[in-house]
């Protein structure tokens, strides 16, 4: 309560059946989320008390949000201010609830009459439901989101915005999938909802996701369900039943903090044949600064001196850390097709390629003698997009960040569409 009173807090906003939303005097466009020690099920059908329940969500959710900012996913979240409480952009809510479901169990199969529990979504499969208790959270097609007509923040919810939230939606859920794999969870389905930055217009992920918006099953096992569920099925809450599903709350609070590790190492060493491709390699390495990869540069000639690029090579095989060698040489290019040789690592050419002699010089990078598996990427920024695409299949965070880098690829080209749209009209 201290910590809470420093903010300068002012009238509340908003209260939920798990949370309350606080206006902040001294920080204009940012808000208190604050969570209470109260779980419900059923439209609070069913509600009671839970000690301790406050904190345990406001940690699993702001792991989860920096999971998702880290990855490159635009949120709310701005951080952690207390054990029970966030700071986070000032929406005003879109009143929708998305679904995303991996595998059919629960309300789903109630609703869809001859699916069998465990049914594999592939795609994913996505659902809406308007957020509206006093009908059991109806829910909706696209068309009744796209006839409401919702306008929040001075932004009208049209398509685009629907598109943005759908695309969206999946590209959570994928990152939020990959990263609990690591711990041997199957994320089965989640919900999850946006609204509108009061001060930016934009469409952001909102509210919060805890251990209340998804299933989760260990090793894929219902049995071992660790989500609020196991609350809901409960026939007679006592004492002892609620002590459960608070050590399952806490084994999820805890087990998200390990989403936040990375589960390898990685790293590219570029190889230059001259320090005139200096500008070329930096922006190499500046990409995979992006991706959260470690890149070193390195100066060596495969014509002038192999002994020395061989040396180099041994070097970085012989500490264990996954690499990638990416070979920046012009002209004709002998680092690559070497290096490839003489290492079972990956091994990328990215020549720097001049107007002159560009046409010619690829050659050296494309056409390679019989056993060599060299990659050939012209765009500096593409070798190292390809490097960390490598190191992706085996370490969830930089897979993490290429899925959100392609969403917001994709919303960016949505949103510059919709606005040549309006300068057309």
């Not at 609990?180 to 909802?193: H, P, R």
Request: proline share 4%; net charge neutral.
């Amino acid at each position: 309560l201290a910590a809470i009173q420093q903010l300068k807090v002012g009238q509340k906003l908003n209260e939920g059946k798990t949370k309350q939303i606080f206006e902040l005097l001294d920080q204009p466009g940012l808000v208190l989320v604050q969570s209470k020690d109260q779980i419900t099920a059923g439209n609070a059908v069913r509600k009671d008390q839970m000690e301790g329940k406050a904190a345990i969500a406001n940690k699993t959710t702001s792991c989860v949000f920096q999971l998702l900012q880290e990855s490159g996913i635009k949120t709310a979240f701005v951080k952690q201010h207390s054990d029970t409480a966030f700071i986070a952009a000032h929406c005003e809510m879109i009143p929708i609830e998305w679904v995303c479901r991996r595998v059919a169990t629960g309300s789903f199969l109630k609703r869809n009459p001859g699916v069998k529990e465990g049914y594999r979504f592939s795609p994913l499969k996505m659902e809406m439901f308007f957020k509206d208790d006093a009908n059991n959270d109806p829910q909706w097609s696209e068309e009744q989101l796209l006839e409401a007509k919702f306008c929040l923040a001075g932004l009208t919810i049209g398509q685009c915005e629907v598109d943005i939230m759908n695309h969206s939606t999946v590209a959570i859920f994928e990152i939020l999938e990959k990263a609990w794999a690591t711990q041997n969870c199957t994320l089965v389905d989640m919900k999850i909802e946006f609204g509108v930055n009061v001060k930016t217009q934009e469409i952001v992920l909102a509210d919060v996701i805890d251990n209340d918006s998804w299933r989760l099953w260990p090793a894929g096992d219902r049995s071992q369900q660790k989500d609020k569920q196991v609350y809901r099925d409960l026939k007679e809450v006592t004492p002892e039943a609620m002590q459960m599903v608070k050590r399952n709350f806490e084994w999820v609070s805890e087990r998200v903090k390990l989403l936040l590790k990375p589960q390898a190492s990685s790293r590219v060493v570029v190889l230059m044949g001259s320090t005139s491709d200096m500008a070329h390699c930096e922006k190499i390495r500046k990409a995979c600064t992006f991706y959260g990869i470690p890149c070193v540069l390195r100066v060596t000639s495969a014509h002038k001196g192999p002994d020395e690029t061989l040396r180099i090579k041994a070097e970085y095989e012989g500490d264990g850390i996954p690499t990638v060698f990416v070979a920046v040489a012009g002209r004709s290019n002998g680092l690559g097709p070497v290096m490839s040789g003489n290492t079972a690592y990956p091994v990328i050419n990215c020549p720097p390629l001049t107007p002159d002699w560009g046409s010619q010089d690829v050659w050296s990078s494309l056409r390679m003698p019989s056993g060599l598996g060299c990659s050939t990427v012209l765009s500096p920024e593409a070798s190292a997009q390809f490097a960390a695409q490598i190191f992706g299949l085996s370490d969830h965070l930089v897979w993490c960040k290429l899925r959100a880098s392609m969403l917001n690829t994709w919303v960016s080209l949505k949103l510059a569409d919709k606005k040549l749209q309006a300068c057309s009209l």
